[in-house]
């Protein structure tokens, strides 16, 4: 069982058939689905084939049921923790490069609390999947570590998605380099600013370092793996598609740049796609 801990959101995106006008309308093709870093690492692996658990809180509205539903109808078995608080969204705007631009409000996913946790929804785990953002702020990030903890105590594998750039930063880089340096993650996912912002080799804090190069791909142990030359949609999700594709590939005995070579194909292939899950 691959299990990842974290956000279930609403995504709304927003892709403008050209530029904005301010003070007027314009026209953009708009989708509402599902979202959330670990709900979308959760579907990208179901759907590769892997028996895949995420543990999450959401609010216990319409948005909430109907998102953990779809996960559900999915392959994704789904511990979730009913909230008062309002389910999570991110409004994401995609400009015509391709780049994005996310407001978040992450809503009842945060108040995810050790006490919230079953330890049997761990005890089963070959992989943990924590993304940056599951630590970043409290109490998901107790919640996060209390999780962690039954995973190594069973034998089972961790891996980290640094998540946000601008997340670290508001961490701080040095407390999250001493994080993972006790945390000793197998695999470690970081984008080029993320990498630049941690400041610390990501080397020397994981087994198995992977660097995310974008449309350029992506660099394992010093091997640049080429990303095919595609005409992308949406970028959202890409992240969380590579980061599945690799995970379930290195699972299955894949060497680093084997899983590698998976996961740009899969993120190749997610671009092409509007919203963040398979289609």
């Known amino acids: 069982m691959i299990v990842s801990i974290g956000d279930l959101v609403l995504d709304i995106a927003i892709v403008p058939e050209g530029p904005l006008q301010p003070d007027d309308d314009s026209p953009a093709a708009i989708t509402i689905g599902g979202g959330g870093q670990a709900a979308n690492f959760c579907a990208w692996a179901a759907a590769l084939g892997e028996p895949v658990r995420l543990v999450t809180r959401v609010g216990d509205d319409e948005s909430g049921r109907r998102l953990v539903a779809d996960l559900e109808s999915r392959g994704v078995e789904v511990r979730a923790v009913w909230a008062e608080e309002p389910t999570g969204a991110i409004a994401v705007l995609v400009g015509p490069d391709g780049r ?55 034998g089972g594998m961790l891996a980290v998605d640094l998540s946000s750039a601008a997340g670290l930063r508001a961490y701080g880089p040095s407390r999250m380099a001493y994080v993972l340096a006790r945390l000793k993650p197998e ?81 190749s292939q997610s671009v092409l796609l509007v919203g963040a899950r398979p289609s």
């Open 100 to 154: 994005r631009a996310m407001a978040t409000q992450r809503g009842a996913s945060v108040g995810l609390s050790p006490g919230d946790l079953e330890d049997a929804w761990f005890r089963d785990t070959r992989l943990l999947h924590v993304p940056g953002y599951s630590l970043f702020v409290e109490p998901i990030a107790a919640a996060t570590r209390a999780a962690i903890r039954v995973v190594r105590e069973a």
């Open 187 to 267: 695999l470690l996912f970081a984008t080029e600013p993320e990498a630049d912002t941690l400041a610390v080799p990501l080397e020397s804090l994981a087994q198995v370092p992977v660097l995310k190069l974008g449309a350029a791909g992506c660099r394992v142990f010093g091997h640049t793996i080429s990303a095919p030359e595609v005409k992308a949609l949406d970028p959202t999700g890409a992240g969380d598609a590579f980061a599945a594709a690799f995970c379930v590939a290195w699972l299955r005995g894949a060497q680093p740049v084997e899983a590698a070579e998976s996961a740009v194909q899969a993120a």
